[in-house]
C-alpha cells in the first residue's frame, strides 16, 4: 500500500520548544517537499528536497530545519525562532521536480 | 475539523448539476497545472493535470480547461455529488516548484 504518512495527526508544544513533524513515503520518488497552509491562504512552501542529502530553503524557510539522510524519509523540525508556528503542516513527494505532487493527510500543530 | 478554507470563495451548487471552478494564474511562463481536492482535516487529493500544450484535457466526470491567453484555468465537474463537497485549488509551475492559489469552497445541496 503506496503512499506518504506523516505523524501525527496532532501535535501541541508550549512556545521555545523544537518539535519535530514526520513525512515518510514508499513511493520511490526522489522529490520531497513542506509546505505550510493557514486559513485562506494557497500553501506556502517551506522546504524542498530533489535528492538524498540535499535540500533547498522555499519560501518560508526562517525558523525551520530539515534533512534527507534516507530517500524515504524527510522530517521538518519547527524551531523555537519560527514566530507563528501554530499551522497545519503538509508534506508531498513527486517522482521528479514539475511533476504532479502527492500529499500526505498533513500534521495540525498547535504552540502556546 | 481543520480551519483550513476559512474566508474562501464559496461555489453552492443543486446536487446533480455541473460545477465550475475558475482559477487565475500569474506566470505566463507557467507550463503544467494541477487540480486539487481537500476535504477538510486531509491532505490534498490530485484531480487532473494539464500541461501548456494542451487547452483541454478530460478525466472522469472532471474536465479542466487552459486558457493561457489570459491566464485562466477551469475544473468542471459533471453531475455533481455530495462527495464532492471540499475546497478545490490550482497550482501552477514553472521549473520545479509550484504557486498553489487559495481555493473554493464547493457546496453540494441536496
Known amino acids: 500500500d503506496g503512499g506518504i504518512t506523516q505523524s501525527p495527526k496532532y501535535l501541541f508544544r508550549k512556545e521555545g520548544q523544537n518539535v519535530t513533524l514526520s513525512c515518510e513515503q514508499n513511493?520511490?520518488?526522489?522529490?520531497m517537499y513542506w509546505y505550510r497552509q493557514d486559513p485562506g491562504q494557497g500553501l506556502r512552501l517551506i522546504y524542498y528536497?530533489?535528492?538524498?542529502?540535499?535540500?533547498q530553503k522555499g519560501d518560508i524557510a526562517e525558523g525551520y530545519s530539515v534533512s534527507r539522510e534516507k530517500k524515504e524519509s524527510f522530517p521538518l523540525t519547527v524551531t523555537s525562532a519560527q514566530k507563528n508556528p501554530t499551522a497545519f503542516y503538509l508534506c508531498?513527494?513527486?517522482?521528479?521536480?514539475?511533476?504532479?505532487?502527492?500529499f500526505g493527510p498533513g500534521t495540525r500543530l498547535t504552540v502556546t | 475539523g481543520e480551519s483550513v478554507g476559512l474566508h474562501l470563495p464559496t461555489l453552492s451548487v443543486q446536487e446533480g448539476d455541473n460545477s465550475i471552478i475558475n482559477c487565475a494564474y500569474s506566470?505566463?511562463?507557467?507550463?503544467?497545472f494541477i487540480w486539487y481536492k481537500q476535504e477538510s482535516g486531509k491532505g490534498p487529493q490530485f484531480i487532473i493535470d494539464?500541461?501548456?500544450?494542451?487547452d483541454k484535457r478530460q478525466g472522469q466526470r472532471v474536465t479542466v480547461l487552459l486558457n493561457k491567453t489570459v491566464k485562466h484555468l477551469s475544473l468542471q465537474i459533471a453531475a455533481t455529488q455530495p462527495g464532492d463537497s471540499a475546497v478545490y485549488f490550482c497550482?501552477?509551475?514553472?521549473?520545479?516548484?509550484?504557486?498553489f492559489g487559495p481555493g473554493t469552497r464547493l457546496s453540494v445541496l441536496p
Open positions: 508531498a513527494s513527486s517522482r521528479l521536480p514539475n511533476y504532479e505532487q502527492y
Open positions: 506566470n505566463s511562463a507557467s507550463d503544467y
Open positions: 528536497s530533489q535528492i538524498v542529502n540535499d535540500f
Open positions: 513511493l520511490n520518488h526522489d522529490a
Open positions: 497550482a501552477e509551475s514553472h521549473g520545479q516548484n509550484f504557486v
Open positions: 494539464i500541461r501548456s500544450n494542451m
